[in-house]
């Protein structure tokens, strides 16, 4: 079972988070079951889906299941884009998700729940934390700190989604540091970073700006904690 749902998971997040590009979401978002993209988004996760298993008649239902409930949810969240709050729609949608391979690896395996993961169970879990901890939790960040419609500085003063490989850098590291049991290197990259956001911190006249890297820093580092842990706690 616990190969079953890391690989099925793995697909899942390469699929939405890794190889979905924004123009494909927003064209989804506009055009609905008209947007090509909503289709070669379907096509994708039933390619990913076929090489993980590696064909295997076995999971045939799982073939059909997948690809057709993610294609029903995608339309069905299309739709209720301007109706409900988009976190809770993002929650909905990627726990509709996960509850389909949920219970396609119930149906597999209803007798074999066995949290010893073997070699290959162990590589499939760091791969899956890996994407987590970067295209997983950058949207999932862009989606909480959406609450906060803050600009720090205009387009043309940053570098082009600078903050989000920052974030996806700083999780990683923290990971490492989790992994090889070098826990104040954690404190260590929370000073190093303040040091660099200092001239942002320091804006008397904008204490928004302060709470908002605040909040974003601690929320990505307590992330990453989180599954660092889980990792070395199941693995």
Do not use: C
Request: hydrophobic share 55%; charged share 20%.
């Amino acid at each position: 079972m616990i190969t079953f749902l890391l690989k099925a998971l793995i697909a899942h997040i390469l699929g939405d988070f890794v190889f979905q590009p924004d123009r494909w979401i927003q064209d989804k978002q506009l055009k609905k079951a008209k947007s090509k993209y909503l289709y070669f988004h379907i096509i994708i996760h039933a390619g990913l889906l076929l090489v993980l298993f590696r064909l295997s008649n076995e999971f045939i239902l799982a073939f059909i299941i997948i690809p057709t409930s993610h294609y029903l949810i995608d339309l069905i969240k299309t739709n209720l884009e301007k109706k409900i709050n988009k976190r809770l729609l993002f929650s909905l949608d990627q726990l509709a998700h996960l509850s389909i391979v949920l219970g396609l690896a119930v149906y597999y395996f209803p007798k074999k729940v066995n949290l010893n993961f073997q070699l290959s169970d162990k590589l499939y879990f760091f791969f899956l934390s890996i994407i987590i901890l970067t295209s997983g939790l950058a949207v999932l960040m862009k989606i909480i700190m959406s609450r906060w419609d803050l600009k720090e500085d205009s387009d043309q003063d940053s570098l082009s989604k600078a903050g989000k490989y920052i974030g996806m850098l700083e999780r990683l590291l923290v990971f490492t540091f989790i992994l090889i049991e070098e826990f104040q290197a954690i404190g260590f990259l929370i000073a190093a970073k303040s040091v660099f956001r200092f001239g942002d911190l320091s804006r008397a006249k904008d204490r928004k700006l302060t709470e908002y890297i605040l909040i974003g820093t601690l929320l990505s580092f307590g992330f990453a904690i989180l599954i660092g842990l889980a990792y070395i706690t199941f693995s």
